[in-house]
């Protein structure tokens, strides 16, 4: 008997005790003996105090988590909370920061009768909350220390300013013209009140669990400099706390020890004290919800039974009080359609790391796919057969790649991180425009397309708006020069990418479109993004132009007259553009007198000398590819290995070419099982092109096409435009599909 109460009574409380005191114990032994070297200055009591505050942080967080769930309809145990929120922590340091944290969460508080999707909501409510709190702080902490932490050169404000106008303008054009009667159904089913309510409540809290955390690391950040002034030490925190929230990262780390050490020496600290500062939060933040683990669960008492999926599933959406789910399901792809075009370049321990806007809303919307499908026990369906294994066996491909390159030189970020990670973020972009035909069917996919085109187009007027204005010695931000136009994008390629995709959804919407005037509109639309597509100085862009046309008069001679309309005033505005310097306007002075610019754009833009170079690095790399593909022809030389090579060269390249990378890195094997999934998609699309209102098909067939095209100079299979207009053109209307709370949406 008294080994039973002895057990009980360790099962509960006594195993936190235990666990803590073991822990104390193996950081106390690791400092004093000297095994841990630490930079002096920093004694134990300070680890013991920031693992308190940190300890605080991680129940104030669970605690969130319940007040939240409670909120959204959802009653949920302190306990179970603090479960799901230690579950989602570990699962964090494993997979992309929320990824992780929703998985774990999932897995848990299915047992409280919550369904995966609302999980994701929940999550997706805290993180929006909890980001918006520290943002607020981290841009009052950097405009505090202005003058004591660079922002950037000049280059990089005006870019952040043209972006912010960029976005601005894109959102304002697509939500006008396309999602008006979306944003407005939402307005009238949604309880503003409540929802202002609950923010406030969450964003409280919020402001408590960053307390507790900055707490932490003022502790450890003052015992390296106690001289420093409080408020310094303060809003430097802020900053490497903002920094390793970024969902950019496994758990925050690099990041949050690349930020730390570089901020943290301008309050006082040196780099290794910054960096040992942030290991120590990484470590304890993770090692307290152990504890609290053991202190929470109860296996004995666990119901293992999955919570039962309702028939109707409109109905679990409703019972969420704000029919957060529905609504997230639809905004999550309405604003990646817009937020795709902007990237921007993020430092990390393993160099730049190539971050799209949308970035964060494909993963929220992919986890929102997966929970969508595995609530109903079923597997994604989609409009060709097989697509399913298809993409399961590509990502075996890039396995079985990673593992040869592993073994034979050692590990790659390059492989690992953008190879591999991006791959799988590629996926989410899929599902994400997939997650608008999962909600409204047909009418969703051609909305979304629609989105997409009309932001593109406003992206396409600023960006020609500012090639005009540098002609005329006129600016929007910073100094304009002519120069091949990138868009948001920061890459010609990847921008003549994105104004290829939209022109073939402009044919489809065509093709599809019965109404004159509308067809009008798509025919300008069609105009301004080939224009900006010449204007780009892209050879395979020009290329891949004339192909689209071409095919578009193929598939429907009805096409005819309207594609020749839009080369017609394409042309006209391509050439306005391109000889504005050379135009007497009056008086004899041309535009060009007051830039000095005597010539035309595309003189400007043919530089011998860069594009001698950007042509030997090509054929080098698809050279180099080939040699690889030949000495290992079957699997290839593992993921990231024509990369590595050039780095250790002193000039890392990647092969420009997508069919030569596929030979060189993953063999024929990898080869052929790309190619069945493309030949796959496009003989599928290829036979629905007899349906003119297919805008799914028509626009899959062009785009593969132009992809085809295009990458035979340059590696495109990454661009996430690619595969978020697959999700959407390649997602099968479901039987029963989550319907809005409103009776009809109206579609513009």
Known sequence: MRLNILKIHLGRAGRVVVSAALLLAVAAYLFRTGVVEVPAGLGFSHVLIAVVFLFANALLAGWRLSVLARLEGHPLALRTALEANAAGAALSQVMINFLGQAAGRVAIMRRANIPADVTITISVIERLTATAVLTSAAVVAAFFLFGKISFGQGAEIDYLLEAGFGLTVSTLFAGVFVYRGLLLDVARQLDFGKIGAGFLAIAGISLVVHGAMLSAYLT????????????????????????????????????????????????????????????????????????????????????????????????????????????????????????????????????????????????????????????????????????????????????????????????????????????????????????MVLNLGDDGRRMLLKGFVVGLTAIAVLAVGQLTYGLLGLTFFGEATPRNLEGFSQNTNAFTFLLAGGICAIIALLRAEDSRSKQRIWVLAAAVLGTALVLTGSRAGWGTLALVCLAALLIDRHLIKPVLKAVTAGAALVLLVAYMPTIDFAGGETAGSKTGITTNVFELQNNPDSNTVADTERWVSINGGLRLWQENPIFGAGLGAYFEETKQAGKPLVTHNTLVWLLAETGLFGFLAFFAAGLTILWAMMRRLRDPTDVGATTIFLFLLAFASMSMVHELLYQRVLWFVLGVCLASVPARRIEPPSDKVEIH
């Open 220 to 435: 450890l950040a003052w015992a390296f400099a106690e001289d420093a002034a409080l408020i310094d030490l303060v809003t430097a925190c802020l900053i490497v706390m903002f920094a390793a929230s970024l969902p950019i990262s496994f758990g925050g780390w690099g990041v949050r020890e690349l930020s730390a050490a570089a901020v943290l020496p301008f309050v006082g600290l040196t780099v290794t004290q910054g960096v040992f500062v942030a290991l120590l939060v990484g470590v304890g933040s993770l090692i307290v919800q152990l504890p609290i683990w053991l202190a929470v669960s109860n296996r004995a008492q666990k119901d293992s039974v999955a919570a039962p999926v309702p028939e109707d599933r409109s109905r679990t959406v409703g019972q969420t009080g704000h029919a957060y789910s529905s609504w997230l399901g639809l905004f999550v792809p309405v604003l990646a359609s817009i937020a795709i075009f902007f990237n921007v370049h993020l430092p990390t321990t393993g160099g730049d790391l190539n971050i799209n806007l949308a970035d964060p809303l494909a993963i929220v919307g992919g986890a929102l796919s997966v929970a969508y499908w595995l609530e109903r026990g079923a597997l994604p369906r989609w409009r060709v057969p097989a697509l399913n294994t298809l993409t399961v066996l590509a990502l075996a491909v890039l396995v079985l790649a990673a593992i040869i390159g592993f073994v034979d030189f050692g590990f790659s970020v390059w492989a690992f991180r953008n190879r591999l990670g991006g791959w799988l973020l590629l996926l989410a972009y899929a599902a994400t425009g997939a997650l």
